[in-house]
């Protein structure tokens, strides 16, 4: 008979997590509304904390918190997304989905200010495993318990959004190696980036 997990103490998660959740909301819905939405988000961990029993990772368990709170919160702007149809219509992982891609290096050399943007304008359904992945870290089976989401629909996801981002990417910047050999990008004129609408 497993012993229960000890208590824990919500000081110490808020004090831990709070800046994380902050810097992940600001990422998600912009620097105006993160305040608020992480206040939110640790109410409610602290509501739901003493009945947290230890079946994921406490980290997994606020993110799946703040991820759904974010995801009230825009989908009262109604942005469009693809339908599950859509995203999982070959019915299986892509090759290049199983290994890391060449995308995902050079996203993660250098995730400026620029590359941000771009992330800012996926569809919701790619932009939130990517945010995930690529800004915070998370493995893939990490953002499958916090999306609720099958680790292959994870993979096939993370492989389209790096796919679009890519091609957005390769329209709208110039990259080179900066001074010190990491992956840089200056932006093309503005009047000759569109971004792709999110269908």
């Not at 859509?86 to 590359?115: F, T, W, Y």
């Not at 796919?163 to 004129?189: I, M, T, V, W």
């Amino acid at each position: 008979m497993s012993t229960p997990p000890a208590p824990v103490e919500f000081q110490a998660v808020h004090d831990r997590f709070r800046p994380e959740v902050l810097r992940y909301l600001t990422r998600f819905v912009g620097e105006a509304e993160a305040e608020d939405l992480t206040q939110r988000v640790m109410i409610k961990v602290s509501e739901a904390l003493p009945g947290f029993r230890g079946d994921s990772t406490i980290s997994t368990w606020i993110y799946r918190i703040a991820t759904n709170t974010a995801l009230d919160k825009l989908r009262r702007k109604a942005a469009p997304t693809l339908t599950e149809e859509e995203l999982e219509s070959e019915g299986h992982v892509p090759r290049e989905a199983q290994a890391p891609s060449v995308e995902k290096a050079a996203v993660r050399e250098e995730m400026n200010d620029c590359i941000r943007e771009f992330i800012e304008h996926l569809p919701q359904n790619y932009k939130t495993p990517m945010l995930l992945s690529e800004l915070e870290g998370l493995k893939n089976d990490e953002i499958a318990g916090i999306l609720g989401l099958s680790l292959d629909t994870v993979k096939i996801r993370l492989h389209r959004a790096r796919e679009k981002l890519r091609k957005e990417l390769q329209a709208g910047c110039n990259f080179y190696r900066d001074d010190c050999n990491e992956l840089a990008c200056d932006r093309k004129p503005a009047a000759v980036i569109k971004f792709s609408p999110r269908k």
